[in-house]
């Protein structure tokens, strides 16, 4: 017996359609912020990917619903960027029209999969009304100074006519390219805008301790944030009033200085070289203009320098130093130099290894034939020997005060974060360049900046985005002076950086409540921080620092009121090919999610998706495990076909069913999907091992606990069981503890010491009543009939036996 699919989901997804089902309540006052991370409308539709996380944010979502809990489990389109761009520039037409129909068919496949998203609360990063917001917010970043231009040097894509972010650019061949579409990518130096999220650096860093995330992702954004504790120490120059200043971590090792390096780049580089070095030194510069920053830190290559020609000299022990410049030292790290010991550091002893420089050990090591990073004790050091490192730096930081040679500093990887995009589909800067140089705001009551609405977008060939082609929405006047639009655009990370509060602001789609009113910030006492965050590893570092960054300067501006969004992150694994490699179009092993809606049913992709394995894992695709949650279904269907349900309570299921409330629920709170359905098969195998009719409330409550997976299939059993209203709504089941202790046993019944039957009897019976239950079982009975009781023997809990002649 099968039900069928293709009838109950349609029929249930246009009843939660038409009753509101899951419109966001406000009755409660306890309260859950489920969220996905939103998908990029693309063309090619949802993935197999999507609906695994998105199915888990959804039975977490519907069990707090049941829970009594206010939810709030929105969905959106983080709708800007690149394909949509490029297709405007190929084909003529308007991206907006392109994302559109994008977006109405993932809406559309999202509804076929049943979540319990209120569509009420879409929002659209490329919609006027939103975008406002995120003009509102640069501008409030504008005027706390976290918002400049600069001239950076970019990543400049000639063939996408783009800046790209670094984490957009791969590398193929030594050479860079653009992740999308393989174009060559050069540096070049440019007028940016850009965020100083280095401001923020302490408190992004900070703020992870509170936050329950995964450990990895929190690992990942310190490492990113790359904060390092060391000493500026000045290098004086050789008979020349110049100083040159490195940053060290390891201050201690000044006794093993052999020589200094600059990064080419490096200001100082040219004034040094002497004038026998200055071809080579030229040389040198522009070969490093050819590689990318990976290349010149892979330990793996070997190092190249050049010799400046000049020297300074070790402010603690008067050495002469000769000063050296080399690529693996980045011109934007710290000071751009660094003091070589070769001795204890890798990459300085292959460097001095080739140009034979020096190597002083000091610290001692059984092994000089390499360098020797590890802990040990200084030698060759004066006043430092016999010291360990964290005592050394300590006396060699006093020392160099003392000197006044050196002071405390603390460095950041972390850069800031490059802002313009040379990109039509993009958010307009709400900004002004004035004829005088001033730049100004635009006034709040005039945002939207909105796109111009134009069948002309094409490359400006300048650099510049397609906006520059339009110069009647370029050139304006402003208060009588003569001003200039910002041609280029926001990148997609803006969008996303605020887009939970949106769904808070949302009241119908793209409709949005003033982020500064009284109600908006009720709301935002409401409901933040997000409970439950839920979306790919591949956004553990940039959306999340981003995201973070905004939330803090909203934070500081009174807008938010608490100091992180994302209380509790899962990253879940990816559904990869049956190969076990990722899927991709290009190998042609590709899942389509409609299909498998089409063939299993939604149901069946639901509950296969979290049964797969832990969320977190990356697991292969199996058509068998997917017939296999089919069958479970259908034999769930059956048992409620079949069975006969009572009011009465016999017992018998008492220990199953509150065994399995109580997992059901915890492994739920814990995102343990999996071990939750396993759990729920627990229960029917003993509904089916049952003879007599089953107690009804056991089949409700499982019903409620599974609508949380299966939902279409509840609630069509739900109603098939006599009930009104939607399963979603009811009550979540509690479980009683008490029937939680076994308190049955197994009784053997013996005639003359032989096994003659077993009966379920209540924990410590007495003898008596041991004994007459045994002589009422049927096969005793006839056993016993008309014959003489010699003895009768009880054994309390386990045994009893009847000697008859
Ligand atoms: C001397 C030294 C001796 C160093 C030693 C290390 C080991 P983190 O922790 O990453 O901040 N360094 C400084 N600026 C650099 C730059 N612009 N490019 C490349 N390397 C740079 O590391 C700081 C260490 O990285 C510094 O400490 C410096 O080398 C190097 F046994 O100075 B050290």
């Given at each position: 017996m099968e039900f069928s699919h293709k009838k109950i989901e349609k029929k249930w997804q246009k009843y939660w359609d038409e009753n509101h089902t899951f419109k966001t309540t406000n009755n409660h006052d306890k309260k859950s912020f489920v969220l996905d991370m939103f998908p990029y409308p693309s063309g090619a539709g949802l993935h197999v990917g999507h609906p695994k996380g998105y199915t888990a944010t959804d039975v977490f979502a519907r069990m707090r619903r049941m829970q009594q809990y206010d939810v709030l489990h929105p969905i959106g389109w983080d709708a800007f960027g690149l394909p949509a761009e490029q297709y405007a520039l190929k084909t003529g037409n308007d991206p907006r029209e392109f994302t559109a129909k994008n977006i109405d068919i993932f809406r559309a496949q999202l509804k076929t999969l049943g979540f319990s998203y209120d569509y009420e609360k879409e929002v659209n990063t490329s919609h006027p009304n939103y975008y406002k917001v995120t003009q509102w917010i640069f501008q409030q970043l504008y005027k706390k100074g976290l918002a400049e231009i600069r001239e950076a040097n970019v990543n400049w894509c000639e063939g996408l006519g783009t800046v790209l972010a670094n984490e957009e650019v791969i590398l193929e061949n030594g050479k860079m390219v653009s992740e999308v579409g393989g174009f060559e990518v050069i540096k070049k130096p440019m007028k940016q805008w850009v965020l100083k999220i280095t401001k923020y650096a302490d408190r992004l860093l900070d703020g992870l301790e509170g936050l329950d995330w995964p450990n990895s992702v929190k690992e990942l954004q310190k490492n990113w944030i790359g904060k390092s504790k060391g000493m500026l120490i000045d290098f004086k120059v050789e008979n020349k009033d110049d100083v040159i200043k490195v940053f060290t971590t390891r201050a201690d090792t000044i006794f093993g200085v052999s020589y200094i390096v600059l990064a080419p780049e490096n200001e100082n580089v040219l004034k040094l070289t002497t004038q026998d070095n200055l071809d080579n030194v030229k040389k040198y510069i522009e070969v490093t203009k050819t590689k990318t920053d990976i290349e010149r830190q892979d330990d793996s290559k070997e190092k190249t320098g050049v010799f400046t020609g000049s020297y300074v000299i070790n402010p603690v022990n008067g050495d002469k130093v000769p000063v050296w410049v080399a690529?693996?030292?980045?011109?934007?790290?710290?000071?751009?130099?660094v003091m070589a010991v070769p001795a204890h550091d890798e990459r300085d002893w292959k460097f001095a290894s080739k140009y034979d420089l020096p190597i002083k050990f000091v610290i001692e090591t059984k092994d000089e034939s390499k360098a020797f990073v590890g802990e040990g004790i200084h030698i060759n050091s004066e006043f430092l020997d016999g010291l360990d490192r964290i005592q050394a730096i300590e006396a060699m930081g006093k020392k160099l005060k003392e000197l006044n040679a050196g002071e405390e500093r603390i460095n950041y990887k972390l850069r800031d974060w490059l802002?313009?995009?040379?990109?039509?589909?993009g958010e307009p800067f709400p900004v002004l360049f004035l004829e005088d140089g001033e730049i100004a705001l635009i006034d709040e009551k005039d945002l939207p900046l909105e796109l111009p609405k134009t069948d002309y977008i094409k490359p400006s060939g300048t650099g510049e985005s397609p906006l520059a082609n339009l110069t009647d929405w370029v050139n304006v006047e402003y208060n009588g002076k003569k001003a200039k639009r910002e041609t280029n655009t926001m990148p997609q990370w803006a969008g996303s950086c605020w887009y939970y509060l949106a769904y808070i602001l949302t009241v119908s789609p793209n409709e949005l409540i003033d982020i500064e009113s009284q109600e908006a910030k009720e709301l935002f006492k409401k409901w933040l921080p997000v409970d439950l965050y839920i979306g790919g590893q591949e956004h553990a570092v940039l959306h999340l620092m981003y995201a973070r960054f905004w939330h803090q300067v909203l934070f500081d501006l009174g807008?938010?009121?608490?100091?992180?969004?994302?209380q509790k992150l899962i990253n879940q694994g990816m559904i990869l090919a049956d190969t076990g490699e990722k899927m991709s179009k290009s190998k042609g092993n590709v899942i389509n999610p409609d299909e498998i809606v089409e063939s299993h049913g939604a149901d069946t992709l639901r509950l296969y998706e979290v049964f797969m394995g832990p969320l977190e894992a990356s697991l292969p695709w199996s058509f068998k495990g997917l017939d296999g949650a089919r069958k479970w279904l259908d034999r769930v269907y059956r048992m409620v076909e079949t069975i006969e349900l009572t009011d009465q309570n016999n017992g018998n299921l008492d220990f199953v069913y509150n065994d399995v409330v109580k997992k059901v629920t915890k492994m739920i709170e814990e995102c343990k999907f999996n071990t939750a359905i396993s759990q729920l098969m627990v229960f029917v195998n003993a509904v089916y091992k049952e003879t007599t009719p089953v107690y009804k409330e056991y089949i409700f409550n499982f019903t409620k606990m599974l609508s949380v997976f299966a939902p279409h299939l509840a609630e069509e059993l739900w109603e098939k069981m006599g009930n009104k209203n939607s399963v979603c709504l009811q009550e979540w089941p509690s479980y009683d503890e008490s029937k939680l202790v076994l308190n049955t046993v197994t009784i053997a019944v013996q005639i003359n010491g032989k096994l003659k039957a077993t009966f379920e009897a209540d924990k410590g019976l007495a003898k008596e009543e041991l004994i007459s239950k045994a002589k009422e079982i049927q096969n005793i009975a006839e056993n016993i009939q008309g014959k003489e009781i010699v003895k009768e023997i009880a054994v309390p809990d386990k045994i009893v036996n009847i000697v008859v002649k």
């Open positions: 690529d693996y030292v980045l011109n934007d790290y710290a000071t751009g130099a802002f313009s995009r040379q990109r039509f589909y807008v938010v009121p608490t100091p992180e969004p994302f």
